[in-house]
Structure formats: structure tokens, C-alpha cells
Antibody, heavy 118, light 107 residues
Framework: QVQVVQSGSELKKPGASVKVSCKTS????????MNWVRQAPGQGLEWMGW????????TYAQGFTGRFVFSLDTSVSTAYVQISSLKAEDTAVYYC???????????WGQGTLVTVSS | DIQMTQSPSTLSASVGDRVTITCRAS??????LAWYQQEPGKAPKLLIY???SLESGVPSRFSGSRSGTEFTLTISSLQPDDFATYYC?????????FGQGTKVEIK
């Protein structure tokens, strides 16, 4: 069965970096794109972008360019998002979600809470 | 960017009620509209894709429809597990965009 498991919560200081992992199993990793979605505390869902797991080519939504980097390690079927120069407003739950052949997000990770606080 | 406007923001209902949530796109997205359910502290779950297709395993009390650029999610008879927040999302174009969410509360 398809599983998408993310790394655990992180507490970081402003200016630091964090790398969130999204490990998948139960399907061929390179057959499906991976999306990233952010949810700030008490807020709605915000699409961050996606990465083509076949080519490694990332696409970022406006507002997620520069400090955000999507990457892959296909040998372990894992996607990553790295956020640098962390700010308090980066505090949020970050989700990875598989993009199905139909284009929708059919399997989601459990979410990773990143807290940025001094 | 395509804007997705959901209404209402909050809805109070009782078990057994018929519930309707609306999502309007700022431009044509054909049928490329999905609905997700998010329970508190959990990841979103796909309910409906292509405006009206029910995801496998989702109860048949959930249904979706489209009229032009207006989309509707209907829960025919609200159950205790259905008290959650619902989001629409267009996947016609990039960037993908979500509605702001509709919280279904117990009346």
C-alpha cells in the first residue's frame, strides 16, 4: 500500500535552515510528481510548488522562490524541502503530497511542524 | 493566478443534515476541481476529483457538481466524522490554488 511518511517536528532559530523529508513506499517513486503544501497555524492550505520526480525539475509558486529548495533522493524514494534563512512567518505545518496521474493530490504525508522562534 | 472563492467560511449543522459548500473559480477551469477534507491535526484527504468523481473508499453521501465556474460539494446526510474543514483546489493551471476553506461545525 502507498505510504508517505514525513520527518518529525523541528524547532529552529531565526536565520537557521531546516530540511524536511518525505519518504514514500508502495509505488514507483519516479512515476508520480511530488507537491509541497504549507499550512500556517489556524490558516488554510497554500500550494508551494512541485517537483518532477523523473527529471528532478522543481517548480515553485510565487512566494516560495529563493529560500525554498525541493530535492530528491530517488535511491530511497524520498523528497525533501529545504528552507534557509528561516523567519518567524515560516512557522507552519509542511505537507508533501503525491500527485496522481489524474493531477490531484491523492496521498499526503502526515505533515511536519516547523517552528521558528528565538 | 486563478482565485478560488469558497462559501460559507463556517457552517453549523446537525447530524443528518444535508450540507452544501460552494467554490467559485475566477476563470474557467473546466472540470479540474478537487475537494479535500481535513480533520483537526490531520493531513487533508482527497474526497472528489474532476468536479464530480468520488475517490475510492469515500462514502457515497459525498458528491460534487459543476455549473460553469461554480462548484458544489454536497454531503447528503451529515455524519459525526464529517465535522471537519473542507477545501476546494483547482488543478487546471499552475500555480495550483486552494479555496480558503469551509469549517463544518456541530450546531
Amino acid at each position: 500500500q502507498v505510504q508517505v511518511v514525513q520527518s518529525g517536528s523541528e524547532l529552529k532559530k531565526p536565520g537557521a535552515s531546516v530540511k524536511v523529508s518525505c519518504k514514500t513506499s508502495g509505488y514507483t517513486f519516479t512515476d508520480y510528481a511530488m507537491n509541497w503544501v504549507r499550512q500556517a497555524p489556524g490558516q488554510g492550505l497554500e500550494w508551494m510548488g512541485w517537483i518532477n520526480t523523473n527529471t528532478g525539475n522543481p517548480t515553485y509558486a510565487q512566494g516560495f522562490t529563493g529560500r525554498f529548495v525541493f530535492s530528491l533522493d530517488t535511491s530511497v524514494s524520498t523528497a525533501y524541502v529545504q528552507i534557509s534563512s528561516l523567519k518567524a512567518e515560516d512557522t507552519a505545518v509542511y505537507y508533501c503530497a503525491r500527485q496522481s496521474a489524474r493531477g490531484v493530490l491523492d496521498y499526503w504525508g502526515q505533515g511536519t511542524l516547523v517552528t521558528v522562534s528565538s | 493566478d486563478i482565485q478560488m472563492t469558497q462559501s460559507p467560511s463556517t457552517l453549523s449543522a446537525s447530524v443528518g443534515d444535508r450540507v452544501t459548500i460552494t467554490c467559485r473559480a475566477s476563470q474557467s477551469i473546466s472540470d479540474w476541481l478537487a475537494w479535500y477534507q481535513q480533520e483537526p491535526g490531520k493531513a487533508p484527504k482527497l474526497l472528489i476529483y474532476k468536479a464530480s468523481s468520488l475517490e475510492s473508499g469515500v462514502p457515497s453521501r459525498f458528491s460534487g457538481s459543476r455549473s460553469g465556474t461554480e462548484f458544489t460539494l454536497t454531503i447528503s446526510s451529515l455524519q459525526p466524522d464529517d465535522f471537519a474543514t473542507y477545501y476546494c483546489q483547482q488543478y487546471n493551471d499552475y500555480p495550483r490554488t486552494f479555496g480558503q476553506g469551509t469549517k463544518v461545525e456541530i450546531k
